[in-house]
């Protein structure tokens, strides 16, 4: 049990290593419920587990000051509490939701007040042309939040279920509304400013389409993924042959001029 929860805690921390060493995507439930499985034998269920939950926090990813529940703790745990159990992927997702949103509070006051700190630390160290201590306040602050959850993560999967359970419980309804709301706004902030990014005169017409195919077809996203993919070969082989034409007359022309 404890060795199980050790183990889990360094798939947590090795997951949640992005912030030192850059994304890798490693902390994506598809790949730590794989892990999870392993470490506790049941691999399978792991990996079913974690493609399930993959499909739950799709949406999630940090887009600028917007912050998505922690996947990676909800990700393990959830994984985690559903195969010790002996239950099926809607108890992963019953778990590793609120978990992984509850997490969200510890990491906000970690990122919201010991990051601001190093960081002030490592802009004097750059102001003394110390790179050497900046580099350091990186690792740490990185490092940092990958212990953090890694402890949160060994320490819940030792206390058990039943007490993660209970102590969700006990949280006020306003407050699990709240959060429930939150977590559903965050993915869609973070598409619309994505799609604020991306998305101009040319593209947005395949945006409309897709929506069009969606509403009023009812064909399911990976159909329309599909379609698009097949849309964007077309596409592309169109362009190249518009770009081959256009190379073929000028090189016609300064032929003839040539000539």
């Known amino acids: 049990m404890i060795l199980q929860a050790v183990l889990l805690g360094l798939v947590a921390f090795i997951a949640q290593s992005e912030y030192a060493l850059g994304t890798s995507l490693l902390s994506r439930p598809i790949v730590t419920g794989l892990f999870t499985g392993i470490v506790l034998g049941d691999v399978k269920a792991g990996v079913i587990m974690g493609a399930t939950l993959e499909l739950a926090f799709i949406g999630s990813f940090s887009v600028g000051a917007s912050i998505p529940p ?60 110390n790179y050497k201590g900046v580099e350091h306040m990186h690792l740490l602050a990185g ?15 030792m206390v058990g279920s039943n007490t993660i359970g209970s102590l969700l419980e006990k949280i006020p309804d306003f407050v699990q509304n709240g959060l429930t709301v939150a977590t559903g706004l965050i993915p869609a902030l973070g598409f619309a400013m994505l799609a604020r990014l991306l998305i101009n005169k040319k593209v947005v ?30 596409v592309v082989n169109i362009m190249n042959v518009q770009k081959t034409a256009v190379q073929t007359s000028a090189g016609e022309v300064e032929e003839d001029e040539d000539f």
């Open 205 to 234: 017409p395949y945006f409309f389409l897709g929506f069009a195919l969606a509403s009023y077809l009812k064909i399911p996203v990976t159909g329309i993924a599909i379609f698009g993919a097949i849309l964007a070969v077309v």
């Open 143 to 157: 490092f940092g939040l990958s212990l953090m959850l890694g402890l949160i993560v060994t320490i819940s999967y």
């Open 70 to 129: 922690d996947v990676v703790t909800g990700g393990i745990l959830g994984t985690a509490f559903a195969i010790t159990a002996g239950a099926g992927t809607e108890t992963a997702l019953l778990l590793g939701l609120p978990i992984a949103t509850l997490t969200l509070i510890l990491k906000n006051v970690y990122l919201g007040l010991l990051i601001p700190l190093m960081t002030h630390k490592a802009d004097r160290y750059a102001e003394e042309g």
